[in-house]
């Protein structure tokens, strides 16, 4: 008796509702970086600074990650915020679309993710070392995600955080519980933002950048909303300042510090200036005005 084969199943890429593109869809395109050095794509932001402005550069895009290239050398790699309707948009409008890159396995250049816990130090640990990734996540369980030179926080989600990798190849390839990528993890929708108190002087300092808003908010707490390109500076729901991001460090600190007592003995005419000063030293920054 002949025994008829067995059909085998075969996976079916899954498609969005229009049935036409794949979740995976990905696209390559051209921009020249404008004389502000602050490039948009489809409402998304890429902060490259004034002294590219006129670069031609190449940006491969989709719904997780972007790469920006010039002449071939990466740039920056950053989480996409681009949707299928802005990917499609992109290929009508001449970009090249592009085959969706093969999951790579743990160690062979590809992202991987590790869940791990941050400590009540602010620390996570990594290949052995520890990291400090920020108080705003002390005690709290988080997907750590490893792509090229960057190192992605989330929830599984959400995107909370983006850090310099520290890691080697080698180092990554040896990680406990790795397990390869799944999909990038989507900013949230709503900016980062942290507080800041201003000084006498009518200064803060944002990740590493000095911003003037004026001597008239001296002593206020003001709200910065942070964005790819740009830092703005809100006081009771007013905006009082805008400007372009010109630093590329990440914002190590959320909360406004409380004021410190003078010692005994020592006067002290302006602990807001000093804590500016300080910061600002700390961050390369002059602290005069």
Known sequence: MTVAPVPVETATPVMPVNGIDPVDLAVEFTRVVPASGNLTVCGQQFWLGTHRAGLTLTLRADAGTVELLAAGVRIKKVPSRLTLQHLRQLIAEGGTRLQPAAPARPGAGGAIE????????????????????????????????????????????????????????????????????????????????????????????????????????????????????????????????????TTTKPIARFKVRKPQLPMPGIRRTSSTDDRVGHECHEAGVPSTP
């Open 114 to 245: 590790v869940e791990r816990t941050v400590n009540a130090s602010d620390v996570v640990s990594l290949g052995g070392r520890s990291f400090p990734v920020g108080s705003p996540f002390a005690g709290r369980r988080l997907t750590v995600r490893l792509e090229g030179a960057v190192l992605h926080l989330s929830d599984g989600s959400t995107l909370l955080r983006s850090l310099p990798n520290p890691l080697t190849e080698d180092e990554t390839a040896r990680l406990r519980d790795a397990r390869p990528a799944g999909p990038a993890p989507r900013p949230a929708a709503e900016p980062l933002r942290v507080q800041r108190r201003v000084s006498s002087r009518g200064w803060i300092a944002v990740a590493g950048q000095r911003i003037g808003v004026g001597i008239g908010h001296a002593g206020a707490t003001v709200t910065v909303e942070a964005t790819d390109g740009t830092f703005r500076i809100t006081r009771a729901g007013q905006v009082i300042a805008e400007v372009a991001r």
